[in-house]
């Protein structure tokens, strides 16, 4: 029983890791239809901030506050993840807009330039950050099964992060202002919605979000220039397995991938179980092409 409740722990700790690396790809490319390749950069970018941030507490901040970096270091990864998917959709994707293609080429080579400028500041080994001390150790359920505290973090910090843009996209203004732009641009902008605006501001959003999942990908090994690339295709599959433009959807992707994973790699081996998850999507995709859940609208395509 021990062992069967620990597998249910890491692979719901797998999900809530995919699920928070997928909430920024499920804004941009499921809402917005861009494939942006450069989404493991801003991952990236978030992590990096969290080693920045580290490195101020040690040197400027006295010991007794080095606890208290990491949460600091959540709305300073979203912040710098923000402005900068701001100025990417501004510069380059505005242009991009129903050309797929284009998108997909024109991130990847964004993807590329922000992995050297890492290279470049930080250097091409691989930096640790170091976890608070609050965050060390584990919750002893039994003597047999303890659950580190550090992965109940990371799914308290998803069911947050899951809470709050269901709030923005939903419950808020600015929400149903980007649902209205997506679903049906020339109404919206007829209402005097200023389009490019909120082009911008949920391009801008969903990067900030990878800023965090960045962040929060640091308390499980040390981070790199790659980071991102190890993560993005395992992002663009959470959001098409969920359905594309529901938040719901995503979460039901995160959590079947991460269970069946963690599942058959334990009877398996890690190679064996991801070929059987890819071998189910596969089939699953064959049934339902649209994904779990499936986007009503009245519009005849």
Known sequence: M????????????LSSILLLIALGLAITFGLMN?????????????????????????????????????IVSLPVAFAMAFVLGWLLETLLIRYLYGRPLDSLIATW???LVLQQLARTIFGAPNVAVKSPEWLEGGL????????????????????????????????????????????????ASCLGISTRRVDAQSFAFGSGVAGIAGCALTLIGPIGPSIGTNYIVDAFMVVVLGGIGKLIGTVAGALGIGIFNTMLEYGTS???????????????LQWRPS???????RSLD
């Open 2 to 13: 021990s062992i069967l409740l620990l597998q249910l722990f890491n692979g719901l700790s």
């Open 34 to 70: 861009v494939i942006n390749m450069a989404h493991g950069e801003f991952i990236m970018v978030g992590a990096y901030m969290a080693y920045m941030t580290q490195q101020f507490f040690q040197s400027m901040i006295p010991p007794a506050y080095f606890g208290l970096y990491f």
């Open 109 to 111: 080579g964004v993807s």
């Open 140 to 187: 002893a359920l039994t003597s047999e099964l303890t659950l580190p505290y550090k992965r109940l973090f990371i799914i308290g910090l998803v069911t947050l992060c899951v809470i709050v843009i269901y709030w923005y996209m939903y419950r808020s203004a600015g929400g149903r202002r980007m649902r209205a732009v997506m679903q049906n641009r020339a109404m």
């Open 270 to 284: 890690a190679t064996i179980g991801k070929v059987l998850v890819f071998t189910l999507i596969i089939a699953f």
């Open 291 to 297: 994904g779990f859940v499936t986007v009503r609208s």
